[in-house]
Structure formats: C-alpha cells, structure tokens
C-alpha cells in the first residue's frame, strides 16, 4: 500500500493552521499512524488509530479520516513543531510510511 | 521507563554482513511486537521487519528478504538484525520500535550502518 502525503514541503508561521494530507492506494480503514520526527531524534507518536491523540501530545494536534483519505491538523502552529511529520499504514504488510511533510519556519 | 538502546553499526564493505541488537528494558519485552525501521541519510523512513512476542511469525519488507534475519531473546530482553550481503542501499540509520497493530510507540536512538568500500 503506497502512502501519498502532500504538501512535502510547508512554509508557515507561528500561530498558523496547518494541515498535512495522507492518501493511501487502497482502503486501510482506520490504520493510520503519525509521527513528528525532529533532526537527528528518532520518530515520536503523535496519533494513531488516524484520530486518537497519544498521551502527552499537545491537543493542538488532531487527526481524522478513513478508508483513503487522512489528515494530520495543527491548530496553531507553535516553535516546537517545525520538524517533519510522517504517515504510516498498520493494515497490511509490508507496513508502509509516507514520504513525510517538512514544516518550516516562513 | 521505557528504553530501547541499538548497538552493533558500523562501517562494513559491499557484500559483508552485521549484526544489530537492540536492548530493552521498563516494559515487559516477551508481550510486545517488535520492529525494525531504517532511514537513509536524508530520506524517509522505511519499515523493514517485525517480530511477533515468541518469535514464531515475522515479517520483512522485499528488499531485504532472504539477506536479513530478525530475531529475539525474550530472557536477555534483546532483539537482533542478522544482515547479510550488504548493500549500498542499506546504508541508515537503524532504528528499532516497540509496536503491533496499532501504533509504533516507542523507538531507540538509532545505529547508523554504512555499507561503502
């Protein structure tokens, strides 16, 4: 199952919404996973199930969808959250990531 | 607290082999899942095998089926990557990654393998 996220590249400010699109090739139901990933730091939970929040992670981070579509939603962006942030599928082997989402500072 | 560790990287020759460990401790290793995730310089990540609790089932993505073996020793804790004819391409940083069916939620630091003459 090929994972697709768009934008690959964002530019945004503090303060600002900021969503982050993951479209799988076939149907994974509710399998879809999050992840921040800083320079240099291994991958960090952030939801799973595509809309339950992990423990610990800020509720400015949201996730919804199913089926093909996903969406990864920060409500206002803050200076910690510029890292990238990856998709993963969990419903079919092999297991899959998306190519990730780069969040900059503009 | 929960604490993956890799240890074993390193710089080996085209076609060489090595094998990675990843220690475990502040969770019960024998009741979870068990992965190993790479990313090369730059890129993104890439899924390469897991591990079920007894290790009798296990998955690999098709690059690495039949150069790698994944393994695990619930009395030590530990999980391993036996990797065999090694290529350029699998130069990364390894990564291993508690985790079944719904989630990956804990990860180590990684241990970077370079395989270059």
């Known amino acids: 199952i090929q994972l697709t996220q768009s934008p690959s590249f964002l530019s945004a400010s503090v303060g600002d919404r900021v969503t982050i699109s993951c479209r799988a090739s076939q149907g994974i139901s509710n399998y879809l996973v999050w992840y921040q990933q800083k320079p240099g730091k291994a991958p960090k939970l952030l939801i799973y199930a595509a809309s339950t929040l992990q423990s610990g992670v800020p509720s400015r981070f949201s996730g919804s969808g199913s089926g093909t579509e996903f969406t990864l939603t920060i409500s206002s962006l803050q200076p910690e959250d510029f890292a990238t942030y990856y998709c993963q599928q969990l419903n079919s082997y092999p297991l899959t990531f998306g190519g990730g989402t780069k969040v900059e500072i503009k | 607290e929960v604490l993956l560790v890799e240890s074993g990287g390193g710089l080996v020759q085209p076609g060489g082999s090595l094998r990675l460990s990843c220690a475990a401790s502040g969770f019960t290793f024998s009741s979870y899942w068990i992965n190993w995730v790479r990313q090369a310089p730059g890129k993104g990540l890439e899924w390469v095998a897991n591990?079920?609790?007894?290790?009798?089932?296990?998955y690999y993505v098709d690059s690495v089926k039949g150069r790698f073996t994944i393994s695990r020793d619930n009395a030590k804790n530990s999980l391993y990557l036996q990797m065999n004819s090694l290529r350029a391409e699998d130069t990364a940083v390894y990564y291993c990654?508690?985790?079944?069916?719904?989630?990956?939620?804990?990860w180590g630091q990684g241990t970077l393998v370079t395989v270059s003459s």
């Open positions: 990654a508690r985790g079944g069916s719904y989630n990956f939620d804990f």
């Open positions: 591990i079920n609790q007894d290790g009798s089932i296990k």
